[in-house]
Nanobody, 120 residues
Framework: QVQLVESGGGLVQAGGSLRLSCAASGNILSINAMRWYRQAPGKQRELVAVIASGGSTNYADSVKGRFTISRDNAKNTVFLQMNSLKPEDTAVYYC??????????????WGQGTQVTVSS
């Protein structure tokens, strides 16, 4: 079983920055893509950023140029640096990761979510 634990959310004024972290633990053999999603009240969950095992990245148009996703493969951790935050970035942020366990089983795990609130 693979667990993901997020941290780093909080309250920040518009224009400010936050850095989210998500650490994966358990019987991990390898991790493929790691993703950040967010869900605002009354809205569907949306993909914010993804980073592949080789380091290539993709971002939602709404966060391009402001957010940066990165990963530390040695620590099975993914980060989301969020700059120039806007009130519309307010949401619960979730990390997601999939890969193989040491028993060669595919895992697709989610974190519990961390609240990000941007005040105007």
């Amino acid at each position: 079983q693979v667990q993901l634990v997020e941290s780093g959310g909080g309250l920040v004024q518009a224009g400010g920055s936050l850095r989210l972290s998500c650490a994966a633990s358990g019987n991990i053999l390898s991790i493929n893509a790691m993703r950040w999603y967010r869900q605002a009240p009354g809205k569907q969950r949306e993909l914010v950023a993804v980073i592949a095992s080789g380091g290539s990245t993709n971002y939602a148009d709404s966060v391009k140029g402001r957010f940066t996703i990165s990963r530390d493969n040695a620590k099975n951790t993914v980060f989301l640096q969020m700059n120039s935050l806007k009130p519309e970035d307010t949401a619960v942020y979730y990390c997601n990761s999939y890969g193989l366990t040491t028993r060669s089983r595919v895992f697709d795990s989610w974190g519990q979510g961390t609240q990000v609130t941007v005040s105007s």
